[in-house]
Protein backbone atom coordinates (compact mmCIF):
# COMPACT_ATOMS: atom_id res chain seq x y z
CA UNK A 1 0.00 0.00 0.00
CA UNK A 2 1.52 3.06 -1.02
CA UNK A 3 1.62 5.53 1.82
CA UNK A 4 1.36 9.80 2.23
CA UNK A 5 -0.66 11.65 -0.60
CA UNK A 6 0.71 10.04 -4.45
CA UNK A 7 -0.22 12.44 -7.44
CA UNK A 8 -3.40 10.05 -7.44
CA UNK A 9 -4.84 10.60 -4.10
CA UNK A 10 -4.29 14.46 -4.41
CA UNK A 11 -6.15 14.33 -8.12
CA UNK A 12 -9.27 12.28 -6.49
CA UNK A 13 -9.39 14.54 -3.45
CA UNK A 14 -9.24 17.33 -5.10
CA UNK A 15 -11.85 16.51 -8.03
CA UNK A 16 -13.96 15.09 -4.72
CA UNK A 17 -13.24 18.28 -3.07
CA UNK A 18 -14.32 20.36 -5.49
CA UNK A 19 -17.75 18.67 -6.03
CA UNK A 20 -18.07 19.22 -2.03
CA UNK A 21 -17.11 22.99 -2.71
CA UNK A 22 -19.70 23.34 -5.50
CA UNK A 23 -22.25 21.37 -3.13
CA UNK A 24 -21.49 23.65 -0.05
CA UNK A 25 -21.59 27.16 -2.10
CA UNK A 26 -24.65 26.48 -4.44
CA UNK A 27 -26.14 24.87 -1.20
CA UNK A 28 -27.55 22.08 -3.15
CA UNK A 29 -25.88 19.90 -0.90
CA UNK A 30 -27.91 20.92 2.12
CA UNK A 31 -31.57 20.45 1.74
CA UNK A 32 -33.64 22.74 3.88
CA UNK A 33 -36.27 20.63 6.31
CA UNK A 34 -38.27 21.47 8.97
CA UNK A 35 -36.49 19.26 11.54
CA UNK A 36 -34.66 21.07 14.27
CA UNK A 37 -31.35 20.06 12.31
CA UNK A 38 -32.51 22.72 9.36
CA UNK A 39 -31.06 20.77 6.77
CA UNK A 40 -30.29 16.81 5.48
CA UNK A 41 -27.21 17.08 3.77
CA UNK A 42 -25.69 15.12 0.84
CA UNK A 43 -22.27 16.56 1.79
CA UNK A 44 -21.01 13.68 3.61
CA UNK A 45 -20.96 11.56 -0.07
CA UNK A 46 -17.80 12.89 -1.55
CA UNK A 47 -15.98 11.85 2.02
CA UNK A 48 -17.39 8.45 2.42
CA UNK A 49 -16.43 7.88 -1.77
CA UNK A 50 -12.89 9.47 -1.12
CA UNK A 51 -12.50 7.48 1.83
CA UNK A 52 -13.53 4.16 0.51
CA UNK A 53 -11.31 4.99 -2.79
CA UNK A 54 -8.19 6.60 -1.74
CA UNK A 55 -7.90 5.80 2.26
CA UNK A 56 -8.79 7.41 5.26
CA UNK A 57 -6.59 10.74 4.34
CA UNK A 58 -7.82 11.50 1.69
CA UNK A 59 -11.63 10.76 3.27
CA UNK A 60 -9.95 13.14 5.75
CA UNK A 61 -9.85 16.13 3.63
CA UNK A 62 -12.93 15.87 1.91
CA UNK A 63 -14.69 15.64 5.35
CA UNK A 64 -12.48 18.89 6.14
CA UNK A 65 -13.39 20.64 2.83
CA UNK A 66 -17.38 19.71 4.27
CA UNK A 67 -17.17 20.74 7.49
CA UNK A 68 -15.22 23.96 6.69
CA UNK A 69 -18.01 24.79 4.10
CA UNK A 70 -21.34 23.94 6.74
CA UNK A 71 -19.48 26.18 9.50
CA UNK A 72 -18.91 29.25 6.80
CA UNK A 73 -22.81 28.43 5.44
CA UNK A 74 -24.54 28.07 9.10
CA UNK A 75 -27.60 29.25 9.48
CA UNK A 76 -27.92 28.61 13.08
CA UNK A 77 -26.06 28.78 15.94
CA UNK A 78 -25.40 24.94 16.57
CA UNK A 79 -23.34 24.96 13.00
CA UNK A 80 -21.05 28.13 13.98
CA UNK A 81 -18.96 25.93 16.45
CA UNK A 82 -16.04 24.86 14.88
CA UNK A 83 -16.31 21.93 16.95
CA UNK A 84 -20.11 20.51 16.24
CA UNK A 85 -19.45 21.91 11.83
CA UNK A 86 -15.72 20.97 11.68
CA UNK A 87 -14.30 18.02 13.51
CA UNK A 88 -16.76 15.64 13.19
CA UNK A 89 -16.43 15.76 9.58
CA UNK A 90 -13.33 14.88 9.87
CA UNK A 91 -13.62 10.96 10.96
CA UNK A 92 -16.77 10.60 7.50
CA UNK A 93 -13.95 9.53 5.12
CA UNK A 94 -11.75 7.89 7.92
CA UNK A 95 -14.73 5.62 9.24
CA UNK A 96 -15.85 4.47 5.52
CA UNK A 97 -12.49 3.32 4.94
CA UNK A 98 -11.81 1.28 7.36
CA UNK A 99 -15.36 -0.25 7.47
CA UNK A 100 -14.50 -0.97 3.45
CA UNK A 101 -11.13 -2.31 4.32
CA UNK A 102 -12.37 -4.78 7.21
CA UNK A 103 -15.50 -5.95 4.57
CA UNK A 104 -14.43 -6.11 1.26
CA UNK A 105 -12.92 -10.15 1.21
CA UNK A 106 -16.51 -10.46 2.01
CA UNK A 107 -17.88 -8.66 -0.24
CA UNK A 108 -16.98 -5.67 -2.81
CA UNK A 109 -20.71 -4.57 -2.81
CA UNK A 110 -21.37 -5.21 0.52
CA UNK A 111 -18.10 -3.50 1.90
CA UNK A 112 -19.30 -0.47 -0.19
CA UNK A 113 -22.59 -0.28 0.83
CA UNK A 114 -22.14 -0.89 4.65
CA UNK A 115 -19.27 1.85 4.00
CA UNK A 116 -21.19 4.09 2.82
CA UNK A 117 -24.25 4.18 5.64
CA UNK A 118 -21.38 3.83 8.62
CA UNK A 119 -19.93 6.70 6.79
CA UNK A 120 -23.22 8.83 7.01
CA UNK A 121 -24.23 7.51 10.37
CA UNK A 122 -20.94 8.98 11.14
CA UNK A 123 -21.40 12.32 10.37
CA UNK A 124 -24.95 12.35 12.16
CA UNK A 125 -24.03 10.44 15.16
CA UNK A 126 -21.01 12.87 15.65
CA UNK A 127 -22.45 16.25 14.69
CA UNK A 128 -25.27 15.39 16.79
CA UNK A 129 -23.82 14.06 19.70
CA UNK A 130 -21.20 16.81 19.67
CA UNK A 131 -24.39 19.53 19.51
CA UNK A 132 -25.93 17.66 22.65
CA UNK A 133 -22.81 18.03 24.51
CA UNK A 134 -22.14 21.36 23.58
CA UNK A 135 -25.34 22.08 25.19
CA UNK A 136 -27.44 23.27 21.18
CA UNK A 137 -29.76 20.66 21.99
CA UNK A 138 -30.99 17.70 24.19
CA UNK A 139 -30.18 14.33 23.49
CA UNK A 140 -33.93 13.63 22.60
CA UNK A 141 -34.32 16.17 19.97
CA UNK A 142 -30.66 14.86 18.65
CA UNK A 143 -32.45 10.99 18.78
CA UNK A 144 -35.55 12.69 16.77
CA UNK A 145 -33.06 14.52 14.19
CA UNK A 146 -30.76 11.37 13.97
CA UNK A 147 -33.96 9.41 12.65
CA UNK A 148 -35.64 12.00 10.91
CA UNK A 149 -32.41 13.39 9.19
CA UNK A 150 -29.82 10.59 9.78
CA UNK A 151 -31.30 7.33 8.18
CA UNK A 152 -32.74 8.88 5.21
CA UNK A 153 -29.55 10.70 4.42
CA UNK A 154 -27.44 7.23 4.95
CA UNK A 155 -30.35 5.37 2.54
CA UNK A 156 -29.19 8.46 0.07
CA UNK A 157 -25.47 7.59 0.93
CA UNK A 158 -25.37 3.93 0.13
CA UNK A 159 -27.18 4.06 -2.88
CA UNK A 160 -24.79 6.82 -4.21
CA UNK A 161 -22.05 5.44 -3.18
CA UNK A 162 -22.20 1.90 -4.30
CA UNK A 163 -23.20 3.88 -7.86
CA UNK A 164 -20.29 6.01 -7.88
CA UNK A 165 -17.32 3.60 -6.42
CA UNK A 166 -18.82 0.48 -8.10
CA UNK A 167 -18.61 2.01 -11.31
CA UNK A 168 -15.14 3.57 -10.37
CA UNK A 169 -13.43 0.40 -9.28
CA UNK A 170 -15.77 -1.76 -12.31
CA UNK A 171 -16.91 -4.46 -10.24
CA UNK A 172 -18.50 -7.22 -12.24
CA UNK A 173 -17.62 -6.47 -15.47
CA UNK A 174 -14.81 -8.93 -15.63
CA UNK A 175 -12.07 -5.89 -15.45
CA UNK A 176 -9.84 -5.22 -12.09
CA UNK A 177 -8.19 -1.53 -11.68
CA UNK A 178 -4.89 -1.46 -11.94
CA UNK A 179 -5.05 0.00 -8.18
CA UNK A 180 -7.77 -0.25 -5.80
CA UNK A 181 -6.62 1.99 -2.27
CA UNK A 182 -6.21 -0.03 0.61
CA UNK A 183 -5.03 -2.81 -1.26
CA UNK A 184 -2.50 -4.81 1.29
Do not use: C
Not at 51 to 71: D, T, Y
Not at 157 to 168: D, H, K, S
Request: glycine share 14%.
Amino acid sequence: MEKGLTVRKIVIAGVLGAIAILLGVTRLGYIPVPTAAGNATIMHIPAVIGGIMEGPLVGLLIGLIFGVSSFFNATVPLFKDPLVAILPRLFIGVVAFLVYVGLRRVNQYVAIGVAGFLGSMTNTILVLGMAVARGYMPADVAIGVAVANGLPEAVVGVIVTLAVVAAWMKIGSGRKRSKISGDM
